[in-house]
């Protein structure tokens, strides 16, 4: 459950050696605790000719207390903690040349674990094929930096509807508070899409979730333990949720933050009914659904019976749906709700031995992608993370070989822990993020992995 | 430009070795050659319940000289080209069940590059989310197959538009021919999908592309020179573009297979208007046009001279604009024409040192999609293909560690062949192909890299 070669690297006799042989070099990442200041240095912010954002995102890190510099007024070797570029302007490729323009002389000045955030048009809301074919290219540029500037640095795209309204501006302020933070420090080459909807800001940005009541399955060990402890942090009323058999874990979860537990079997006929009725009975309501509930069950499909198919795709897909339909058929996740599902680089990518599972996460892939529109006269947001290698009791127990390609095949050179899961699902479910929905957002250190 | 490990381990000695040691072990591929069959032995051909297309599937195999099995008439030890399954008919995820049952038992009955196709219906065109659910889990499957079952087996997944007309069929029939056949031997893992549109079945599909005037970009050397003989030997007449200074090459190419040249730098201001006005006069028209030409010009972002960027942005994307452009306003392109690009996975993924190229290929993604439904009307089909690691002069020059992890890290074990980049473009350019637009298509043997 410890990458004792990353521990190792980040000691004094351990850099030394690295340096030395050439080894990989996994950065100690900067993570979120309450009260950080944003990022650990000013943000480097541009824009393209005619773009509409930059004034926008100049009001929004600004009042996150970020202090701004102008790329006319840098002078000499100053460090940056993010370089924030508004690229809604670009309308043709020959226009993406602005983009070298403002980072080539940056590129080596960002901080450790510092940030690189894009921000477009999405190719589908472009006026034309040459404004989509600009936007689209700013893709390839924020995965190769990605994976170019090392040492814990992030680069994300981010795509903001034109079609913009109150929810717009407040998921955008979300959206950066999460992605310059080390909330997001293992979530990098990413898209991300704005779109419109009911977003709500919090009182106070550092209790996002206030006053939320949010149900997590599968919340007595791992990622979903994690997750219970990152949104109670963050002011949620925390609902956790896991079988019968984990319920000594799950209470400890629970005592641990205040929680309440509810000990039920997902697969069992009257479980979404059941649920609905604690949900209503108890809290009257669910402002957040996480379904983190999974299991995988390996088998090459030659070699698989018919249980192990079964088991997997009913836990992690169908039981989803079901618990999906009755809570909403009840009327118990009110308008300006949010659902967010844990699929997996597995069903991005596919992967030997887990047709069974990978079948199921390309499913909540889907079942994400097409109920966020069916969702949204409801003003109900639908999304899902996609963990790449994360350090848990299951990663634990893979072969070392295996074990070792896994946590250094992405841009990070290192796994990810359960509280990088828990902290880019806390963010969907903020209320402020409303606006953000029909995403897949990977949480893998830029994993080489994907299709 | 060879793989001497493939070329040892396909050996008797290296296969011995090979086994001993549990080294990589790189499957001779099956490649087309004229009048060869399309499979090496019976498709075996399901459907769930309700399938819409099994029927439409079986008289197409059939005609194609396809020897036909029902699973319910399986008997012993019988082995196949291909397994083909209908999931049309699969409108929720409990039914996916359906398609275990179906390949479980033949798993390991496929023959050495045979071919899995799983027949789908697009999420976006389902009725109901949980429709769409289910069917976007079958490309967690296929995926997974194509890393399992090895062998060259390859796997794809075709997405079938319930909207069909005529063109809907002659396209499900090209795409069939060539995913089953050994054109597509380094195709794997990629999800396709048939709409509708204007798309001719040739008079013979041992030459889909007779009497059909086709560009092609960059054609002196490498992945275009291929290209040009694969269009020649399918009946093109082949207009082949390339710079002055690889005019020897050029000649050669277009000698051996009775090709026109053109020498053209297509970065010159006037290059779009002189090459509409050689077409005009020469040809009349351009059926099909393939913009291959394109380079690299690696550095990271910090350390690249403006040069660099401008250069790889110009060639490799805004001039496939000024391009389009200039032949589709004096309508040079007709009704039922096609237009083929090659973008790259690093397009697709981003890569260190390659943030212009990258930029570049994301950009090629961008204009396909974007442009295929812009020319909708005029029934003009638009494309990508995305290669992978492919054995050509540039990969040849990558230091031996790295060009042998580009080579082993996808689920064939080895670098493709220019050929296999041609034969992807080639099916693109068919007339039978018209249906198909707005895919970008892989040709990368499921290398493991990705977004």
Redesign the interface.
């Known amino acids: 459950m410890t990458d004792r070669y990353a521990s190792f690297v980040q000691s004094g006799a351990g850099r030394a050696l690295v340096k030395r042989l050439g080894l990989p070099d996994p950065p100690r990442l900067r993570r979120h605790a309450p009260g950080d200041p944003l990022l650990p240095g000013p943000a480097l912010l541009g824009a393209a000719t005619g773009g509409r954002l930059a004034e926008q995102v100049g009001e929004i890190l600004t009042a996150a207390g970020v202090e701004l510099r102008d790329p006319a007024g840098v002078t000499g070797e100053e460090r940056f903690g993010a370089l924030v570029y508004d690229a809604t302007g670009v309308t043709d ?2 226009q ?2 602005q ?3 403002f ?2 002389p940056y ?2 000045s960002v901080l450790p674990s510092g940030r690189v955030v894009v921000l477009g048009t999405a ?1 589908d809301d ?1 006026g ?3 404004e ?17 500037f090392g040492r814990g640095v992030t680069a994300q795209l981010v795509y903001v509807t034109p079609a913009g309204d109150a929810g717009t501006r407040t998921s955008l302020e979300s959206t950066l508070r999460f992605l310059l933070s080390g909330r997001s420090a293992y979530v990098s ?1 990413q898209v991300v899409r704005v779109g419109t909807g009911r977003a709500e800001p919090p009182a106070d940005w550092d209790r996002p979730l206030d006053g939320q009541v949010v149900l997590v399955t599968g919340a007595a060990r791992g990622i979903g333990a994690a997750l219970a402890r990152v949104l109670a942090r963050d002011g949620a009323q925390v609902v956790a949720l896991d079988v019968p058999s984990a319920g000594d874990e799950l209470a400890a979860v629970v005592n641990e933050i205040g929680a309440a537990a509810v000990q039920l079997d997902l697969t069992a006929p009257d479980a979404p009914t059941r649920l609905a009725e604690h949900l209503a009975s108890r809290h009257g309501r669910v402002d957040v659904v996480v379904h983190n509930a999974g299991i995988t069950r390996d088998k ?3 070699r ?1 019976d ?1 249980d192990r ?2 088991a997997v ?2 836990i992690n ?2 039981s989803q ?1 079901r618990i999906n339909d009755v809570l909403l058929e009840r009327d118990l996740i009110p308008a300006g709700g949010r659902i967010v599902s844990v699929s997996s680089i ?22 994400v ?3 966020a529109p ?1 969702l949204r006269d409801r003003q109900v947001s639908v999304n899902a993370v996609a963990p790449g290698f994360i350090e848990t009791r299951l990663t634990a127990r893979i072969p070392l070989g295996l074990r070792e390609a896994g946590r250094r095949m992405n841009s990070l050179s290192q796994g990810g822990l359960p509280v990088d899961v828990a902290e880019t699902i806390g963010w969907l479910a903020w209320p402020a993020s409303g606006a953000v929905s029909g995403n897949v957002v990977r949480v893998c250190g830029q994993s ?4």
Chains 1, 2 share one sequence.
């Open positions: 490729s020959t993406l040349r983009l070298y323009d980072f080539h590129a080596r190719p472009c034309s094929p040459r989509a074919t600009a936007q689209r290219g700013l893709e390839g540029l924020t995965r190769s930096i990605g994976k170019e080459g090459t499909l030659g698989m018919v198919w079964d795709l009913d897909l169908s749906e597995a069903g991005i990518a596919g992967n030997r031995g887990q047709t069974n599972y990978a079948t199921s996460k390309a499913g909540v892939i889907g079942l992608e097409s109920l069916a080489l992995l994907g299709a």
